[in-house]
């Protein structure tokens, strides 16, 4: 983290990825860091959240905060407009290792490929691997 750039979220997560890999040093290891926390998984599946907690307004939000910032990995801002913030904003009572994993299982994986490209080149990447 000391040496990390400047420039995009993609950017720095990237460089903090190659850190961690080469520090590794296994091959095998393919580190992922979800870009600004796990919560923006829970953007994506935002008609998920909305039908599990029977709120089909609060997709609508989540969708265009996702819109405004550029798709569901992007949505932040500072320690008050985090994804987890906004969604504690947003729905009130909501319970986090709860709600939250439920939403994204919901969406499934083809989904988190098909909302968040930092994930999706992940994956293809572990499928490059499996291939070789």
Not at 46 to 74: H, V
Request: charged fraction near 20%; glycine fraction near 10%; hydrophobic fraction near 40%.
């Amino acid at each position: 983290m000391s040496d990390q750039p400047g420039g995009s979220p993609a950017v720095q997560v990237d460089h903090v990825e190659q850190a961690i890999a080469l520090a590794v040093a296994d091959q095998r290891f393919v580190p992922h860091l979800v870009l600004h926390e796990l919560e923006s998984w829970v953007f994506a599946a935002a008609e998920e959240l909305g039908e599990l907690r029977g709120d089909p307004d609060l997709a609508g939000q989540l969708q265009a905060d996702c819109a405004a910032a550029g798709g569901p990995e992007l949505v932040n801002g500072d320690p008050t407009t985090a994804p987890s913030k906004r969604l504690l904003r947003y729905c009130p009572g909501y319970q986090k290792v709860i709600e939250g994993p439920l939403a994204i299982a919901d969406l499934g994986v083809q989904g988190l490929q098909e909302r968040c490209t930092h994930f999706a080149a992940w994956i293809t990447k572990l499928e490059d691997l499996a291939k070789n």
